[in-house]
């Protein structure tokens, strides 16, 4: 067994439970620029946004940002842990996945509120070493009240071991209605960090993500590839409704080669399997829908 390093030490050492039930809460207003930017972002033709139109699903993501001063960044440019995330000692932290319920639109122009809650901590030992897992529910709300119910997951990992491999990742499905080609190039990821006031180095600075972090190239946001998943759905179903969004992250995508986001509807149209695959069909992200029944 490979020896724990200080952070591993000290995470084993933390008693985490404490942080469990933690909340925040924040306060923002749809404006219509960053919904024309990721519009302009994704490559879609849609008309300028005017108040009173439907914010998509997923682009909730634009607001709430965590807007921290330069000196509170750590070393891998997200803010420092111990506000409202709790302090775990480990450097790699990525999101993970999630699960999301839409109960109502929300609105170009309106004002919207997140209540922010920790709900569970769990530490574990990986192949990898050791692991810590968060989840955050999210509780958004409109003028009209509750709109979105959001679990977020995440990740931290303890820092690369020199020579360790990547698992095999699992092979993606094959037999999709839609397929879409993405390539994910720096511009891309620097729209979508700018879009989200994201500074993990992972997505921009490749020195950082190459030399410390151990990946061979810029990652690709793991909620921008959710964001393409739904985008897909949009444009292949353009008047079906989404009421639920689950997404899992089950192995990363680089900017070194173009991906495929692609989907496959049930028979009754009442769900639809979307996913995310590398070019030599590894699966990345797997996610389902959950449409409005007629």
């Given at each position: 067994?490979?020896?724990m390093?200080e952070a591993s030490?000290?995470?084993m050492?933390?008693?985490?439970t404490?942080?469990?039930?933690?909340?925040?809460?924040?306060?923002?207003?749809?404006?219509?620029?960053p919904?024309a930017?990721?519009?302009?972002?994704?490559d879609?033709?849609?008309?300028?946004p005017?108040?009173g139109?439907v914010?998509?699903?997923?682009?909730?993501?634009?607001y709430?940002?965590?807007?921290?001063?330069?000196?509170?960044?750590?070393?891998d440019?997200?803010v420092?842990?111990?506000?409202?995330?709790?302090?775990?000692?480990?450097?790699?932290r990525?999101?993970?996945?999630?699960?999301?319920?839409?109960?109502a639109?929300?609105h170009?122009?309106?004002?919207?509120?997140?209540?922010?809650?920790?709900?569970?901590?769990?530490?574990?030992v990986?192949r990898s070493?050791?692991?810590?897992?968060v989840v955050?529910?999210?509780t958004i709300?409109?003028?009209?009240?509750?709109?979105?119910?959001?679990e977020h997951?995440?990740?931290?990992r303890?820092e690369?071991k020199?020579?360790?491999r990547?698992s095999?990742?699992?092979?993606?499905?094959?037999?999709?209605a839609?397929?879409?080609?993405?390539?994910?190039?720096?511009?891309l990821?620097?729209r979508?960090s700018?879009?989200t006031?994201n500074?993990?180095r992972?997505?921009y600075?490749r020195r950082?993500?190459?030399d410390?972090?151990?990946?061979?190239?810029?990652v690709?946001?793991?909620?921008?590839?959710?964001?393409?998943?739904?985008?897909?759905?949009?444009?292949?179903m353009?008047?079906?409704?989404?009421?639920?969004?689950?997404?899992?992250?089950m192995s990363?995508?680089?900017d070194?080669?173009?991906?495929?986001?692609?989907?496959?509807?049930?028979?009754d149209?009442?769900?639809v399997?979307l996913?995310?695959?590398?070019?030599?069909g590894?699966?990345?992200?797997?996610?389902?829908?959950?449409l409005?029944?007629p």
């Open positions: 067994m490979t020896p390093n030490e000290a995470m050492d933390a008693d985490l404490s942080w469990v039930g933690r909340s925040d809460r924040t306060v923002d207003r749809v404006g219509p620029t919904v930017a990721l519009a302009a972002t994704l879609r033709g849609d008309p300028p005017k108040d139109d914010l998509p699903p997923l682009w909730h993501w634009l709430f940002l965590p807007c921290y001063r330069t000196s509170e960044a750590g070393p440019g997200h420092r842990r111990g506000a409202f995330l709790p302090p775990i000692p480990l450097p790699r990525m999101w993970a996945g999630g699960r999301l319920t839409f109960h639109p929300l170009v122009g309106e004002a919207i509120v997140r209540e922010s809650q920790i709900v569970d901590i769990k530490q574990k990986g070493g050791l692991l810590a897992f955050v529910r999210h709300s409109g003028e009209g009240g509750v709109a979105i119910v959001e997951d995440i990740v931290y303890d690369a020199t020579g360790e990547a095999a990742a699992a092979q993606a499905p094959v037999d999709a839609w397929s879409h080609e993405i390539h994910p190039d720096p511009v990821l620097f979508y700018a879009l006031f500074s993990h992972i997505h600075d950082h993500v190459t410390v972090e151990g990946y061979p190239g810029l690709v946001h793991g909620p921008l590839i959710a964001t393409l998943l739904v985008d897909l759905l949009r444009r292949a353009p008047h079906a409704t989404l009421r639920a969004f689950s997404f899992r992250a990363p995508l680089f070194s080669e173009p991906f495929f986001v692609r989907g496959q509807p049930a028979h149209q009442a769900s399997r996913w995310a695959a590398s070019p030599h590894a699966l990345a992200m797997d996610a389902t829908a959950t409005a029944v």
